[in-house]
């Protein structure tokens, strides 16, 4: 574009300086042509930057890491005549990575709409962004550029990778029976039996009877799971998305159902200095929470509690958090790492 500018000044130069030194008519028709064609295509450019634009489009609103992000970019020409040169500025932010900016030069459209197709990387988890910085629509001869109207941002969500989790690795059914309350009412008592697990022994009665006697707790139907990571923490985009990875990992495990126990799984998150909970019913539900997380879009309700109240001690002494080196904790015993 510049180089074709350049020549074009030292052809009006040159053009000039010969009609200085000569008077010859035909000489004059040519130094017209250069000057009058190049305004003509001006001119025709002007109504093209008003009946043109350039919108975005993806049909995905999330991709899973690792996936590539199809992105469409629609050039729309609603003139008569078709278009020669389109330049655009684009710019990809993603989480984790510096911003990219490219420029491309899209050649050839005629009327209607004519579409182009990007593929990007999908790396970390969070929101990425595409937006078209600059859009402009160039005359015939290359010479002269105007800003056309632009659709300026789509935004595509790019999930953690959830992946199975055996049933072994985490045993729900002392999970379950470290939910309840260890109140004497909420329990029952049993003769000790080969493969139960020595937490569940009730020591005192045992000293007292002689034999191994076994507390069998009241089994909750829900789990109230505190992610504990600060903001800073998402800066760090490797780290974050292993522990997405293996939140949304154990989420999945709870909202699709256990054989021998149900726990209906609500997640408790800290957001914008205040805490969020979120009840995780089902898959559906779950997709639904990490959307609106990482897109930072208002979802769930404000955590509430007595005067106070501080969600992060409470769940750090007495319920279920998971923190930031991926292990999920019950008070101060490790139930999953």
Not at 95 to 115: A, V, W
Not at 144 to 157: I, N, S
Not at 224 to 239: G, Q, V, Y
């Amino acid at each position: 574009m510049t180089g074709r500018r350049v020549c074009y000044l030292l052809l009006l130069a040159a053009g000039g300086y010969f009609m200085m030194l000569y008077d010859f008519q035909g000489l004059r028709f040519l130094f017209c042509c250069i000057v009058c064609i190049p305004i003509a295509c001006l001119l025709l450019l002007v109504p093209k930057a008003f009946l043109c634009r350039v919108e975005l489009e993806t049909a995905q609103d999330y991709v899973t890491r690792g996936e590539t992000v199809n992105i469409c970019m629609t050039i729309v020409n609603r003139g008569i005549v078709p278009l020669s040169r389109v330049f655009v500025t684009v710019c990809w932010s993603v989480p984790g990575e510096k911003e990219i900016r490219q420029k491309r030069l899209l050649c050839g459209f005629g009327r209607g709409c004519e579409k182009v197709t990007l593929e990007l990387d999908a790396l970390h988890c969070g929101r990425a962004e595409f937006r078209i910085m600059k859009a402009k629509v160039c005359d015939y001869l290359g010479l002269f550029l105007l800003p056309m109207k632009r659709e300026e941002a789509v935004e595509v969500c790019i999930v953690p990778v959830i992946t199975p989790i055996s049933e072994g690795v985490i045993d729900m059914s002392g999970l379950s029976k470290m939910m309840a309350e260890e109140r004497d009412q909420d329990m029952t008592v049993r003769d000790y039996q080969p493969g139960d697990r020595l937490h569940m022994v009730y020591w005192k009665l045992s000293a007292k009877a002689g034999e191994l006697q076994v507390r069998e707790f009241e089994q909750k139907d829900s789990l109230t799971i505190f992610l504990n990571f600060s903001e800073d923490f998402r800066k760090r985009a490797e780290e974050w998305d292993r522990y997405l990875d293996r939140a949304c990992s154990f989420l999945s495990l709870l909202a699709e159902g256990n054989q021998a126990v149900r726990i209906m799984p609500e997640v408790v998150w800290r957001q914008e200095g205040r805490f969020w909970k979120y009840d995780v019913k089902d898959m559906e539900a779950l997709q639904t929470w990490i959307y609106f997380m990482l897109m930072h879009k208002g979802t769930g309700q404000v955590f509430a509690g007595e005067e106070n109240f501080s969600p992060e001690i409470f769940f750090m002494q007495n319920g279920c958090h998971m923190e930031e080196d991926c292990r999920l904790y019950f008070g101060e015993q490790c139930v999953y790492e």
